[in-house]
């Protein structure tokens, strides 16, 4: 059972325009929402969080939003840039972060110049 | 700034042989490491979690028999992988924590085990 689960799969978007990452999940416990990023041949990368208590993060181009009614949350990246190609990864965790992390299975984003 | 090495990089194994991987944090005292498998065309399954002066907690479908964990100190945890076979391909993540909520879980760039 996937508790964590993201769409699309893939995503490509041209430079400039705006991308948007989905996630969703089932377990109410969990308080704390990690995106990271992963290149080719790296390990994931922190990008942006957000707790539970706030609707809304960002972070230059990234914004999280976020509905605790509807378990859903969405990642945000404005003015696309071919560099933010990667694949990334919606993850959850309760406890603010101090239990497990469990990852969604990825959205690969290719940014088309 | 916090780091996590991984070693080795890449690592090949015949079927049935063990193969043992390294996490070493720098700048910072990993209280908690936490063992990642990604496997081709899957998301990252969390294999244990290990807190210093506590018990290694494994997840379901992985043993301490299959996947022995040493985290001897604050600054390092090493993980076997005991008699490999197809299966166990994957990349390999060592997720560090800094004691403290509300930490991030600085990830090394992970070791990449292929079984032949």
């Known amino acids: 059972q996937q508790q964590v689960r993201q769409s699309p799969q893939s995503l490509t978007v041209w430079e400039g325009e705006t991308a948007i990452l989905n996630c969703s999940y089932e377990?109410?416990?969990?308080?704390?929402f990690p995106w990271y990023q992963q290149f080719p041949g790296e390990g994931p990368a922190l990008l942006i969080a957000?707790?539970?208590?706030?609707d809304k993060k960002e972070d230059g181009r990234f914004t999280i939003f976020f509905n605790k009614r509807e378990k859903k949350l969405s990642l945000h990246i404005t003015d696309s840039q071919p560099g933010d190609s990667a694949t990334y990864f919606c993850?959850?965790?309760?406890?603010?972060?101090?239990?497990?992390?469990?990852f969604g299975a990825g959205t690969k984003l290719t940014i088309k110049p | 700034g916090a780091l996590v090495y991984q070693y080795p990089r890449r690592t090949i194994c015949k079927s049935g042989t063990s193969m043992r991987m390294e996490c070493q944090a720098v700048?910072?005292?990993?209280?908690?490491v936490a063992w990642y498998r990604q496997s081709p065309q899957k998301t990252f399954e969390l294999i244990a979690l290990?807190?210093?002066?506590?018990?290694?907690?494994?997840e379901q479908n992985f043993t301490q028999e299959k996947f022995p964990i040493s985290h001897p100190n604050l600054s390092f945890s090493s993980m076997t992988v005991l008699n490999a076979y197809l299966e166990d391909r994957g990349l390999y993540l060592c997720?560090?924590?800094?004691?403290?909520?509300?930490?991030?879980?600085?990830f090394g760039k992970g070791t990449r085990l292929t079984v032949v």
């Open positions: 997720g560090a924590r800094a004691p403290g909520g509300d930490t991030e879980v600085f």
């Open positions: 957000i707790r539970s208590v706030s």
């Open positions: 377990n109410s416990a969990f308080d704390y």
């Open positions: 700048g910072f005292q990993a209280t908690s």
């Open positions: 290990s807190t210093v002066n506590s018990a290694i907690k494994y």
């Open positions: 993850a959850a965790s309760s406890n603010y972060g101090n239990e497990k992390i469990t």
